[in-house]
């Protein structure tokens, strides 16, 4: 199955606050399921979205450090647009997602695109649990 990178806390936005869009600056041909994957990153500009998020679902959030450089959910991608009435639209493309929920963390090295998670396992140092994923079809080359 297909994953997609998203940087915290938009990945939990996704998965428990409504997020219906992911705004990106390239258009996708790609329809259907895929793995959402927390980046690594978390700085000042990542905390600073938090407000953003907050402002968006009305009301606050914590500022805990969340689950980063793994596998955290799934949702499926149903449209790729250039205009939406959602507040969470404000990208040139947005994906626009259905059906997102959460699974339990599975570390993973994330990419840019979208790749195949089972392609990317996490450092030697990391422990790698069973795989809750499994590639579901061949890798479409023009979806990358």
Same mark, same amino acid.
């Given at each position: ?10 990945? &939990? ?53 969340? !689950? ?10 149903? &449209? ?11 990208? !040139? ?31 030697? &140092? ?19």
């Amino acid at each position: 199955m297909k994953a997609i990178s998203i940087r915290q806390p938009w990945a &939990d936005a996704i998965l428990h606050h409504g997020k219906d869009v992911e705004n990106r600056n390239w258009y996708t041909p790609y329809r259907g399921p895929v793995l959402i994957h927390a980046a690594k990153a978390w700085g000042p500009a990542e905390r600073a979205d938090l407000e953003l998020i907050a402002q968006i679902i009305g009301r606050d959030l914590p500022a805990t450090k969340p !689950r980063l450089g793994g596998i955290v959910g799934r949702a499926e991608i149903v &449209d790729c647009v250039t205009e939406m009435a959602s507040p969470w639209f404000f990208g !040139r493309f947005g994906f626009v997602l259905r059906n997102a929920e959460p699974l339990p963390f599975q570390p993973c090295r994330g990419a840019l695109g979208f790749f195949e998670p089972n392609d990317f396992p996490p450092p030697a &140092d990391t422990p790698w649990p069973p795989p809750l994923f499994a590639k579901m079809s061949p890798e479409n080359p023009h979806d990358r």
